[in-house]
């Protein structure tokens, strides 16, 4: 809903799901500008599916395709939709809503998995919609479609992990560090509380070889620490070349290491592999003197090692992440703001987790023109390729402004440029603005608007001009324009700041408005952004998102 609000002007909104089985429509979430609204819009979101007597949803999920409704009236299932209205709302609750029909363009957009399911429906209303708006929001609900589908998808995976207690505790104590040495040590324990075998140990692929090496081990003597097992060689070589689990079986003797199993005194052992698709990351052993692996215990392992080599996986990957994160910290991140004549700025850029980069970018800088540029944005998504993205999307629009002082110019060639290179998922709201002597020119690509505070006391929000970047290759954008004065401050930030969370409730905007009323003007810029991170990391016990904060002053 919260991203709906930002990218288009709305009366209201809501996202609706179908119980099938009970063949009833809920909204999971709406919002409504006036409680008007709410009264006329609420009334018809919880309803039996009728496609009998469709409204504007069921309308849409039959046709599977989005309804943009520009007058009711003028639609050929009106007559049967006030008909429904007047048979299950009060007569004065049916009049007011038909009212709000008649008065309000109407779009209705199926939300589908990326296997054809119907996830939900996007209703929307305003005053009125245009054709920009449809394309918009069926790009919106593709989005949309992808990220509930894998929300359910990794839901359905945390639910399994619950299955068992012992494999779930293990899961608990395997993620708690994303050092290497760390989680190796971990598996070990792990494998043992899992199995209950009192012999573990664990070898790891080398890249450059056809070996096995134990990186860590409980229970083995010092001469199979030290040894490498060639892949191939024997059952644990046998399970590193195919993949396959094994459990020890005497018809199977003869192909054992026997001086391996003479030297631990195994009366059973099984081998796991562990590896994700074709990367093997190397192989879990579980044995004992007394205790027997039987199937069961495979069964538990092989769930457990599939954990476990996400967690290599996942370590590696951390490894490489801090490795670009150098690059990034050396190279990518700018700087400190830079001293710009005649205006004052202050600065707080915070990735999630304390990275060295994220999602969100930033930039000011003066232009050949001699005017002074603003930017901010937020790469959707997470991780150090996102860091990437967004440090190219700055070096575009920067590179852009050398030549070109219209921020509509420059957002649309930079659009155009990041279409083609950007993953299919990944889209980028950000808003540029243009400081001259006594004006402010910006275009707004689905960003949370900026704040202008005049010293005069008013107000003038910065809002959009036209879609995220990366959306639509052919998205036409407009600059807008408004005075800039001695005295006046603009403000910038990303969502990090208004979602960060605390008991399920966000910051959120009135928040924030009251303290840009309150300080906005009597604060110097610097003094403002760090007085708005305070805040934000009381509200919040842990901020789990980028955030940046910008203020820039026009010196008296």
């Known amino acids: 809903m919260a991203q709906l609000r930002r990218a288009f002007d709305l ?18 979430a709406a919002w409504f500008s006036t409680p008007s609204v709410g009264d006329a819009f609420g009334a018809v979101l919880s309803r039996p599916y009728d496609p009998e007597r469709p409204g504007i949803t069921e309308a849409a999920i039959e046709r599977r395709a989005p309804l943009l409704v520009s007058g009711i009236e003028e639609w050929p299932g009106a007559p049967r939709l006030r008909r429904r209205l007047d048979e299950e709302l009060p007569p004065e609750q049916a009049r007011h809503t038909w009212e709000w029909y008649v008065t309000s363009s109407l779009l209705s957009v199926p939300v589908q998995a990326p296997d054809g399911r119907i996830l939900g429906v996007l209703a929307m209303s305003s005053n009125a919609f245009t054709d920009d708006d449809l394309r918009g929001a069926e790009v919106f609900a593709n989005l949309a479609g992808i990220a509930l589908d894998r ?14 207690l012992l494999l779930n505790q293990a899961v608990r104590e395997l993620g708690r560090s994303l050092e290497l040495d760390d989680v190796y040590r971990a598996i070990v324990a792990q494998a043992a509380a899992v199995s209950g075998m009192t012999k573990v140990m664990l070898t790891r692929q080398e890249p450059a070889s056809r070996e096995l090496r134990v990186v860590h081990a409980q229970g083995v003597s010092d001469r199979v620490r030290r040894e490498r097992f060639a892949v191939g060689e024997g059952m644990i070589g046998r399970v590193a070349a195919t993949g396959e689990p094994y459990v020890s079986r005497d018809a199977d003797r003869d192909q054992f290491l026997a001086w391996a199993v003479e030297e631990e005194g195994f009366r059973s052992f099984a081998h796991i592999p562990l590896s994700i698709g074709p990367r093997v990351f190397g192989v879990l052993t579980v044995g004992d003197e007394q205790r027997v692996c039987d199937d069961a215990v495979l069964a538990r392992m092989v769930a457990f090692g599939r954990f476990a080599a996400g967690m290599i996986a996942n370590a590696l990957d951390f490894q490489r992440e801090r490795r670009v994160a150098l690059a990034l910290t050396q190279g990518f991140i700018p700087g400190p703001l830079p001293e ?3 205006f004052d700025a202050g600065l707080v850029y915070a990735p999630s987790g304390h990275a060295a980069g994220g999602g969100d970018l930033f930039g000011l800088w003066r232009m050949p ?28 629009i920067e590179a852009r402004t050398w030549d070109a002082t219209d921020p509509a110019e420059v957002i649309q060639q930079t659009n155009a440029l990041l279409r083609r290179r950007l993953p299919g998922t990944t889209f980028v709201p950000v808003v540029m603005a243009v400081l001259d002597a006594d004006t402010i020119s910006w275009c707004n690509a689905g960003h949370t608007p900026p704040v202008l505070l005049p010293a005069d006391g008013s107000r003038v929000d910065l809002r959009g001009t036209g879609l995220p970047l990366g ?37 959120g905007d009135e928040r924030l408005d009251a303290l840009l009323a309150e300080h ?5 810029p610097d003094a ?29």
Do not use: N
């Open 340 to 342: 710009l004549e005649g």
């Open 520 to 524: 906005g003007r009597t604060l110097e």
């Open 369 to 396: 023109s001699g005017s002074v540029a603003l930017l901010v944005g937020d790469v959707s998504g997470k991780g150090i390729e996102v860091a990437a993205i967004s440090a190219m999307v700055r070096f575009f």
């Open 528 to 556: 403002l952004v760090h007085l708005l991170q305070r805040e934000a990391e009381a509200w919040a016990p842990s901020l789990d998102d980028d955030m940046v904060i910008l203020a820039l002053r026009r010196q008296p």
């Open 151 to 164: 929300s359910e998808l990794l839901h359905r995976e945390e639910l399994r992990s619950h299955d068992e």
């Open 11 to 28: 009366t209201g909104c809501a996202f609706l799901m179908v119980d099938w089985e009970e063949r009833y429509i809920r909204p999971a």
């Open 471 to 507: 959306v639509d290759e052919d998205a036409v954008y407009t600059s807008a324009e408004t005075a800039l004065k001695p005295g006046d401050v603009v403000f910038a930030c990303t969502d990090g700041l208004t979602e960060a969370r605390r008991d399920g409730r966000q910051f």
